[in-house]
Structures are given as C-alpha cells and as structure tokens.
C-alpha cells in the first residue's frame, strides 16, 4: 500500500483530483509540444532580443501535468520529475534551478505553476464549480441522472 508522505506540497493528479502518494505519479511536460510552439513563436517574433514566449498575443503555454502513473499516459518525450522528488520548497527551487537550463522551459507553464504552489489563492478558479470535487471517470458531476 502506497503511503502519502507529508511534505510542504501535495500533489494533486489532474485526471482524479485525488492526492498523489510517494511513487504513485509524477509532474510532467511534452517537451516536443514545447519545442514546437517555441518554435512557432521564434517565426512570429523573428529574432528580437527583447521578445518574451509568455507575453506574446496569441502563444500558449504547454501545460505540466500531475497524475497518478495509471491515470492518463506519458507524452512520447516527456520531462518527467517523481512526486516524491518534489514535494519541499527546496525541492521546488532545486527542480527550477535544473529546469531553467533548458531551452524549451518558457514555452511551459512552469511559471503559473509554480505561482500557483506560493500563491494557492491563484490556484482557484471563478465560476460555478461543484463544492466536493469527484473522479470524473466514477462519479458524474452536476445534475447528470444516474
Ligand atoms: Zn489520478
């Protein structure tokens, strides 16, 4: 049985909004989704010192996805960090001190998310939600009839 270590952050799976336990899943990205749209962008921004990924209309960030390894599969060319690796602070600034090595990282929504792990407040979303989330591969969610 897989135990859910206490650490400064919890990993919370995408696909089942359920917490991730050591060994039980990762935090990923497609790193070819990102070499493409950054190559997407070089084209439109040409070679301008001063252009950045983020604040330019019309780009989208490739998301990093967190998930359980039997919810959902890998990309084909993943950046993959093990939940355990990355669940303090300092695991935190170590994985963004690696990461900002590599070229493809603004082309990632690195940032948002790692804002979104200071600022939990940011992490909310507006809008009519339901108040207990739920697998959505079990449960239905709304007024769907059973
Ligand atoms: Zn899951």
Known sequence: MERLRVGDLTAICDRCLTPIPDGGGVLEVDT???DRALRR?????GTDPLAVFASTPGTRAVP????HHSCGRPPRFPCT???ERIRTWPGLLHWGSHLAGKYW???TDWHDLTVRA???LRAAVSGILPAQPRDPHDGPIGDRPQ
């Open 64 to 67: 990093w996805n967190t998930r």
């Open 32 to 34: 070819a989704a990102a």
């Open 118 to 120: 200071v600022e939990p």
């Open 105 to 107: 990282l603004p082309a």
């Open 81 to 83: 960090i093990a939940v």
């Open 41 to 45: 962008w070089r084209a439109k921004v």
